[in-house]
């Protein structure tokens, strides 16, 4: 059994962690960190793991990755990278789901997160952790920079317009739909119940953090800088995620045609399930799993591929895509605790 420990456990991405680790077949919890419910039982902060993890939890400390073999980091940015270095010193392998390793070039971060990088020097050694895309380089990895929720949805349903010269990739806009719980457990006023039911708002127009991480993982692929328009709502759901994306077409392509492209592309991909033509992605068909639904469709009017991909935010968004991570980088097969149907209704 391998040895797992986790920072950040008493929150939403934490608990989801937890909840698929304890029935994870090859793994055993040692360790769970918090800052403010720290000295309490995990079971008292998460009263659904009630009967399945009870362990006191402790503060964060460097000795904490010197007794697992995979730590994960389910901290707020900026916390992660004031701890790396010295975790990364145990020996343990790290998965950050963080934002704080997920973009390569140190001054892209500072741009966008209004912050400077603590240590530039460690994220050339930290891979992108989007499995079906750097499958490989993740089993070698020692630190794995988890993707963000919005561009798991985004990345998956752009992916195969790149390299095709069928697609005008400078023409994409991403329109995508979370719900609360993407936001985090700690309370602010724009996730607090009378403000978030019974309301659908859009933010970050033009400036979300998500954009530079969707742009840089379809620059790599396509080997030339990609500019998206990207913009994100909030929806009065707890968990989901839906991305509706519209590609400019640059030659007559069948409805029948892109789906086959999409079937071609992912067919050896467990979690992405490319839907029949003419049914599109719902996140309620995602809920739960770490599947990536996706739908596509052809405005032969406009000449314009629409593609729409479901996600649950804290799976395949964050924490059941992070457990895949750790499959992969321990060696075991990829799908070991995670290939379950998603809950319907
Ligand atoms: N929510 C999502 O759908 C989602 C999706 C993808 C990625 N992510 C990313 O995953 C990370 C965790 O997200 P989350 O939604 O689980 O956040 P969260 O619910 O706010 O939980 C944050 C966790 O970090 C701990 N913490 C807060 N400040 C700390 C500090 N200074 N030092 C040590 N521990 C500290 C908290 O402990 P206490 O509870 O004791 O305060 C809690 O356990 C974030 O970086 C987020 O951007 C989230």
């Known amino acids: 059994m391998k040895k797992i420990s986790i920072a950040g456990a008493t929150g939403y991405t934490g608990i989801e962690l937890l909840r698929l680790l304890v029935k994870h077949p090859e793994v055993e919890i040692v360790t769970l960190t918090a800052e403010s419910h720290a000295g309490k039982n995990i079971a008292d902060i998460a009263p659904s793991l009630k009967g399945w993890v009870d362990q006191t939890l402790v503060k964060l400390s460097p000795e904490l990755a010197t007794n697992c073999d995979v730590l994960f980091l389910a901290l707020p940015h900026t916390t992660s990278m004031q701890n790396v270095p010295e975790l990364l010193k145990g020996g343990c392998k790290i998965i950050d789901l963080s934002a704080d390793y997920r973009l390569h070039d140190a001054k892209v971060y500072t741009d966008w997160y209004k912050t400077p990088h603590l240590n530039p020097e460690i994220i050339k050694q930290a891979v992108y952790g989007l499995p079906e895309l ?100 909030l929806m009065p759901m707890t968990r989901g995620m839906l991305s509706t994306a ?11 045609a892109l789906h086959a492209h999409f079937v071609k592309f992912y067919k050896n991909e467990r979690f992405v399930r490319v839907l029949e033509v003419g049914q599109y992605a719902n996140t309620a068909h995602v809920a739960g799993s770490n599947f990536c639904d996706i739908g596509v469709q052809v405005d032969t009017r406009n000449q314009r591929a629409i593609v729409t991909s479901a996600i649950d935010n804290l799976m395949k968004g964050a924490s059941s895509q992070a457990i895949q991570n750790m499959n992969l980088m321990l060696g075991i097969d990829e799908t070991t605790g995670l290939d379950a149907p998603p809950l319907f209704p």
């Open 134 to 233: 750097h499958r490989d380089t993740i089993k070698q990895a020692q630190l794995v920079a988890n993707p963000g929720c919005y561009p798991t949805s985004a990345i998956l349903a752009l992916a195969p317009f790149m390299q095709q010269d069928w697609a005008d990739a400078q023409s994409i806009i991403i329109d995508s739909k979370s719900g609360v719980s993407g936001a985090g457990r700690k309370l602010r006023q724009s996730t607090h119940f009378c403000e978030a039911n019974e309301s659908v708002t859009a933010y970050g127009l033009g400036e979300h953090r998500h954009t530079p991480e969707i742009e840089q993982e379809l620059s790599g692929l396509e080997g030339s800088d990609i500019t998206v328009s990207f913009s994100p709502h």
């Open 246 to 256: 519209y590609v400019n077409l640059k030659k007559n392509v069948t409805r029948d």
